[in-house]
């Protein structure tokens, strides 16, 4: 679960994160008041999930509250797009006003899991405010990296193993360690996925604080913390993910042509693949799970159609535990609701009642197109998307 970086921050802060004082707004009027407030400049700062918000426009400076209220005004109920929006952007709804602070220089700092060692893993550069994957292709010797034993935290000397790496020295290689320790210790008890902070600012006066902030989190353990779960907002996601989460069903949107359901996830990810060496791209992942009701297919299959993307589906099942005459039948009332089905649909069973789950779509009105082998599928799919079949 992603959530916006005045979230982030207000987390941080609660662990001793210095940040700049501002607050959130739905309003233009209301930017100009929290401009007042914090002296008359300010930083107005698009709030929605994804980086790169100062290229598309979305981060701008204000000399004056109504300089302030007019730019809030600008930025929000834009369609901000920046490199990792894609070219649809994503709606603005809300600003982050916040102070204008003395910039003397700006660091990139981050906690995120390392799946190579498995543990997570602290990435510092003197290069703030970039790309770190631009940085990091162009010269990975300016990442700094700490491996960070979950159950021992962070150690004093690996804190100032970074903030040597950062050419920190004085108060504010203190003031940084501190700041490190503290983030450190947010992504553990959070269960986070990542924490990072860029730019991880220093002042004139050598103070250090994060200028911006963003947090990641795992679905999976959302549980242990409502008050995160609850900072959630479903207007930054796809509506179709939105939908597929509420029956339990992992969907991710993707940019192709070609609808999949498969069960597990590894077959998901051959699934895709193939569709790409078949000389096409996928439209999205999803897993209906091992053991996928008949409800859950037909849901499924309901939020795959209803991207205008998709020309044609591929449904792909194996059935250990998932039996493939209920994956049939799901996908066959599914069908029977929507009444006007158009596109192609190719299927591909093996496994349990296998036999069934064939008759089952023979028997069906739809015209489907049954498919032996992944090899199969994947070319009458391709084919059947490009009105050849």
Do not use: W
Request: hydrophobic letters at 45%.
């Amino acid at each position: 679960m992603k959530i916006h970086e005045y979230q982030a921050k207000e987390i941080l802060r609660g662990y001793g994160v210095r940040t700049p004082r501002g607050r959130v707004t739905e309003d233009a009027a209301e930017a100009r008041s929290i401009c007042e407030e914090l002296g008359g400049r300010a930083v107005v700062k698009a709030q929605i999930h994804a980086g790169g918000r100062g290229k598309g426009g979305g981060v701008k400076l204000a000399g004056s509250p109504a300089e302030a209220e007019k730019l809030a005004g600008e930025i929000l109920g834009m369609q901000l797009v920046t490199p990792q929006t894609g070219a649809e952007g994503q709606e603005v709804r809300k600003v982050l006003v916040e102070e204008a602070v003395d910039i003397a220089s700006e660091l990139y700092l981050s906690v995120t899991l390392d799946r190579a060692v498995g543990t997570p893993t602290i990435m510092a550069s003197a290069a703030g405010g970039m790309d770190i994957e631009e940085v990091a292709a162009k010269d990975p010797a300016a990442i700094v990296r700490q491996a960070v034993d979950p159950h021992l935290g962070l150690q004093g000397f690996q804190a100032r193993t970074v903030s040597r790496g950062l050419g920190l020295t004085g108060k504010t290689a203190r003031q940084a360690e501190k700041l490190l320790a503290s983030l450190v210790k947010a992504y553990l008890e959070t269960d986070a996925s990542l924490a990072e902070i860029n730019p991880l600012l220093v002042t004139g006066e050598g103070d250090v604080l994060a200028l911006d902030a963003k947090m990641n989190f795992d679905d999976n353990v959302l549980f242990r913390h409502e008050s995160i779960r609850a900072m959630r907002d479903l207007g930054e996601e796809d509506p179709r993910e939105v939908e597929a989460s509420k029956f339990g069903l992992n969907y991710i949107k993707l940019d192709g042509e070609i609808g999949c359901m498969v069960n597990g996830a590894g077959l998901a990810m051959a699934t895709m693949d193939i569709i790409k060496l078949y000389g096409s791209e996928p439209a999205n992942f999803l897993d209906v799970g091992g053991s996928a009701s008949q409800d859950a297919v037909k849901n499924a299959f309901q939020i795959i159609i209803s991207d205008p993307s998709v020309k044609a589906v591929l449904i792909n099942i194996f059935g250990g535990i998932a039996r493939t005459d209920r994956i049939a039948r799901g996908v066959v009332a599914a069908l029977e609701e929507l009444g006007d089905v158009t596109l192609p649909v190719v299927v591909r069973l093996e496994g349990t009642n296998v036999e069934e789950g064939r008759r089952i779509l023979r028997e069906a009105d739809f015209d489907f197109i049954v498919a032996e082998q992944m090899a199969d599928a994947a070319k009458k799919v391709v084919d059947a998307a490009r009105g050849g079949a």
